[in-house]
């Protein structure tokens, strides 16, 4: 059973005797988020997405929990491979990748295994191009995902609000890069994927600020609507071109909606196993905070105010309070306005300050998921009020792929 939100004591206990800084994962607040994403869902597949995992033993766990978990999203081509010499199967490379040392060893993997090798995103012709360069006369063929353009055009296509990703926008785009594919005897297209992050990525119960929340849900309504249809005219497009195997959608954030497209076979999923911060805020859904580090109160600067060793794992994004990492454990602190998270300390103001002493660990959870792996070399695992494993993270095994 995943403890109550606020349990300081709970965790304390369970760290007693640990040194903080460290990070952990509470397994029974992840099953949770896992069970509630999976029902979400329905009877899609979901695809979980390592860049917001970065860790090896959690990915496998994931996967072995459910077999509606299918495959993995990775996010470098050097970390694909490296899945994939750990065993790993049906990885899908959700970003372009010009990695022509990567792309190289790729080529001499797909030689032995052309089935099975990853799948690599692409969206222009370059990227064709660079694929190319370095398949020789022995390579097999390389399978690739075209990525379609999921941002949604408002007021007469004046303003673009999603993610500035891919230049494939229309069905006739996507047929002009399909055919440029099916002229090239060592690349076959057999993905298509789209993420649709004004949805899945942004909630609509932004605290304080109505107006903003409003706009918020007008935009994802007739967000949902466009890219439902449009990916149906992109689909039903390709299909008459390509033999297309999967289509990828979505994210933690729009699960039900993406789902619920007749085309898509899988929806990808990563952030919601951690639960950080940035989903706090959504008005269809809720998740259990299950990822947090710890940081030892190592000053009392006055009444009010303690202070953290360390802190600033800032996430990545536009600049600003929402990219910051917050108080979680005790309650009723918060981060001082003027300072922020620090790189080496932390103020904390609130009442619960005057209870904490020095060397008491406070709780934090950062802004998204994945990057608070890349501050910690391992996670501790707790389950039933206890730990039951430490594992690496990415960068526990040495790994440093963004």
Not at 352 to 371: N, T, W, Y
């Amino acid at each position: 059973m995943a403890p109550p939100r606020q349990a300081y004591d709970y965790y304390r206990e369970v760290f007693e005797g640990i040194e903080a800084p460290f990070a952990f994962v509470d397994l029974d607040a992840m099953w949770s988020n896992s069970d509630s994403m999976l029902e979400r869902a329905g009877d899609v597949a979901i695809r979980p997405a390592s860049k917001s995992l970065r860790c090896r033993s959690i990915i496998d766990r994931i996967l072995e929990r459910d077999d509606r978990y299918q495959g993995v999203m990775t996010y470098t081509l050097p970390e694909t491979l490296w899945l994939e010499e750990a065993g790993m199967e049906d990885l899908l490379l959700a970003y372009p990748t010009t990695d022509l040392e990567a792309l190289a060893q790729l080529a001499v993997r797909n030689a032995a295994n052309p089935e099975g090798a990853p799948i690599l995103t692409v969206d222009c012709v370059e990227h064709l191009d660079l694929i190319e360069s370095v398949l020789g006369p022995t390579a097999g063929t390389v399978r690739l995902c075209l990525e379609l353009d999921a941002a949604w055009w408002a007021f007469g296509d004046r303003l673009k609000i999603g993610a500035k990703r891919s230049p494939i926008h229309s069905a006739d785009d996507a047929i002009g890069l399909a055919r440029e594919i099916a002229s090239r005897d060592k690349l076959e297209l057999v993905a298509l994927m789209a993420y649709e992050g004004q949805i899945s990525g942004v909630g609509d119960r932004p605290p304080g600020r109505p107006f903003r929340a409003g706009l918020i849900k007008w935009m994802q309504r007739n967000s949902i609507e466009e890219i439902a249809q449009r990916r149906t005219e992109v689909v039903e497009a390709l299909k008459a071109e390509a033999e297309i195997e999967i289509v990828n959608g979505g994210g933690t954030g729009s699960l039900e909606f993406t789902s619920e497209e007749p085309e898509v076979t899988e929806v990808a999923a990563g952030s919601g196993f951690y639960a950080p911060n940035q989903f706090d805020h959504y008005s269809w859904f809720s998740l259990t905070p299950a990822a947090a580090f710890a940081i030892p109160v190592v000053r009392r600067p006055g009444p009010g105010v303690v202070t953290g060793l360390g802190g600033g794992y800032l996430s990545s994004g536009a600049p600003g309070p929402a990219r910051m990492p917050s108080p979680w454990l005790p309650a009723d602190l918060a981060l001082d306005k003027e300072e922020g998270a620090g790189e080496v300390q932390t103020p904390l103001l609130g009442p619960a300050a005057d209870r904490l002493q020095i060397g008491d660990p406070v709780f934090m959870r950062h802004s998204k998921a994945g990057e608070l792996c890349e501050r910690f070399n391992s996670l501790y695992l707790v389950e039933d009020g206890e730990i039951v494993d430490q594992v690496p993270t990415y960068r526990g095994e040495g790994k440093a792929f963004l």
